[in-house]
C-alpha cells in the first residue's frame, strides 16, 4: 500500500448514531401539538426508506441534506394529515441541529489519522454528499490537515460510486490503483467500484454482521475497527 483512501461518514465519524432519538425529538420539538407524534414517527420511517430508496433520487438529494430532510418531514406530515405552512421546514431544520450534536468521530479515528500522518502515507479523503455539511464536518473535528486530496461531492461535481472519484483521487496522490487502498462502509461505494478500478477494498464492518446474504462483493480485508489497518 502506497496511498490509503479513505470514507467519512460511518468510517472515521459516526454520522448514523442516534438518527431515530433525533427525529423523535424534532417532532417533538416542531411538530403542532394536534399531530399524532406515533403516527408521524411511523410515517417518517417509512417515507426515509422510500425516499432514500431510489437510486436517482438518492443522488440528486444527498447533495442538500438540509432539503431532503425538509422534504421527509413534508411528506410525512402529508402521510399523517398534518401538513401546515412552515412545520416541514422547522422540522428538518431542528433535526439538522440535533444531528449536529450527536455525530462524533469514532473513538480510535484519530490516533489512526495521525499514525498514517507519521508514517508518511499519502492520503485522500473521498466522501459523497452536501458540500456544506461535510465541510462543517471536516472543520469542526479538525481533520483537513491530515488529507494531502480531498474529493467531496458537492464541491467535485460527482460522487462514488463514479470511476472519475476514485481517479481523480489517486491522480492527486500520485499513485496508480493498484498501489491504493480504498476503506469504508459502504460496500458498493467504498469496496465494489474501487475495485473494478484495481484498488483493493477493506469494508468496515462495525456491528460485526458479515456480507448480507448473498453478497457479490468481496472485500479485500474486513474490518471491525481502524486501527486494524
Known amino acids: 500500500m502506497k496511498a ?13 448514531g442516534g438518527v431515530e432519538e433525533c427525529w423523535e425529538a ?15 414517527l411511523r410515517a417518517l420511517a417509512e417515507t426515509r426508506v422510500w425516499f432514500w430508496s431510489d437510486p436517482v433520487r438518492h443522488r440528486r438529494e444527498r447533495t442538500d441534506m438540509l ?11 402529508e402521510r399523517c394529515g398534518a401538513a401546515a405552512e412552515g412545520v416541514a421546514e422547522a422540522i428538518g431544520r431542528d433535526f439538522a441541529a440535533r444531528r449536529r450534536t450527536r455525530m462524533q468521530l ?31 464536518k471536516i472543520e469542526t473535528y479538525g481533520l483537513a490537515p491530515f488529507f494531502d486530496a480531498m474529493v ?15 481517479r481523480h483521487a489517486l491522480q492527486a496522490l500520485g ?19 474501487p475495485q473494478r478500478l484495481g484498488v483493493r477494498g477493506v469494508w468496515v464492518d462495525r456491528a460485526g454482521r458479515g456480507l448480507p446474504a448473498g453478497a457479490a462483493v468481496r472485500p479485500h480485508r474486513v474490518i471491525q475497527d481502524l486501527r486494524e489497518l
Open 106 to 136: 469514532f473513538p480510535e479515528a484519530l490516533a489512526c489519522l495521525q499514525q498514517w500522518r507519521v508514517r508518511g502515507i499519502p492520503l485522500a479523503l473521498v466522501t459523497n454528499g452536501d458540500a456544506r455539511e461535510q465541510r462543517w
Open 26 to 40: 424534532a417532532c417533538v420539538c416542531a411538530a403542532p401539538a394536534s399531530v399524532d407524534q406515533a403516527a408521524l
Open 152 to 166: 467531496i461531492e458537492g464541491e467535485f461535481g460527482a460522487g462514488k460510486p463514479d470511476e472519475i472519484v476514485y
Open 67 to 77: 432539503g431532503a430532510w425538509t422534504r421527509i418531514a413534508a411528506h410525512a406530515l
Open 175 to 193: 499513485v496508480r490503483p493498484e498501489e491504493a487502498w480504498m476503506v469504508g462502509d459502504h460496500l458498493e461505494f467504498d469496496v465494489d467500484a
Open 4 to 16: 490509503l483512501l479513505v470514507d467519512l461518514d460511518d468510517t472515521l465519524l459516526d454520522y448514523s
